[in-house]
């Protein structure tokens, strides 16, 4: 497969080939519904190309062999970047670079986002006072020691939260930030827990344990 067709969708490029069921399982995790077609595995509005080898120029010689999965559109553009937020998160699972418009990225690079708990009702100050403590000057933003959690409405429906639909009558985000992943995680499975939301990763990919917001030893 030519780099230019790579470069048509965005890309996770991975150090070794993923093994098919493994890539599934991660893809699931951003969307419960995807299923395998043939080769390749299909999902909201986009198709995850086999693994291909690829060039190691396609991430500039940062990795010594290059698989390259290709996130096509299938019919018009994703919403919600689901796209390239697919082939982060996969290459964040799989120890590898993302490729989005020929710029190259290290997904476990990134600093200052953390996981967020979606809820299917927005809920009130009385209901995480048990875990979030309100600030005076600003409704929608709680702390939890040095935890940040900002209440927001939640853009679009990612896939991952298909569950909360059917009972959702507004969507609502909890995002937390801080410095400790494990800590971060940890509080949004409290959260989670307590009023009935689901945990994503910064990419939307479903988070069942704090670990899941470390990149792969």
Do not use: H
């Not at 600093?111 to 995480?128: H, Q």
């Not at 609502?172 to 801080?178: F, H, M, P, Q, V």
Request: charged share 30%; with cysteine; net charge negative.
């Amino acid at each position: 497969m030519a780099k230019r067709r790579l470069r048509t969708g965005p890309t996770a490029a991975l150090p070794a080939k993923p093994d098919p069921a493994e890539l599934l399982r991660i893809v699931q995790l951003a969307d419960p519904g995807a299923r395998k077609d043939g080769d390749d595995i299909v999902a909201t509005d986009v198709r995850i190309c086999a693994p291909v080898e690829a060039d190691t120029d396609l991430t500039g010689g940062e990795l010594e062999k290059v698989w390259a999965v290709r996130v096509a559109a299938e019919g018009p553009l994703p919403l919600d970047f689901f796209d390239r937020y697919l082939a982060e998160g996969i290459a964040f699972r799989l120890k590898g670079l993302a490729v989005c418009r020929g710029e190259v990225s290290d997904p476990a690079d990134e600093e200052n986002a953390g996981p967020a708990v979606i809820l299917p009702v927005r809920p009130t100050a009385e209901e995480l006072a048990p875990l979030l403590e309100p600030q005076e000057d600003d409704e929608f933003t709680f702390t939890a020691g040095d935890i940040k959690a900002v209440l927001v409405p939640q853009k679009g429906q990612p896939p991952a939260v298909q569950e909360l639909l059917p009972f959702a009558t507004e969507l609502t985000a909890i995002e937390l930030r801080g410095d400790e992943q494990v800590k971060l995680g940890t509080l949004a499975l409290e959260l989670s827990e307590a009023l009935n939301g689901l945990v994503v990763d910064r990419w939307r990919f479903r988070v069942d344990s704090a670990e899941d917001l470390l990149p792969p030893a």
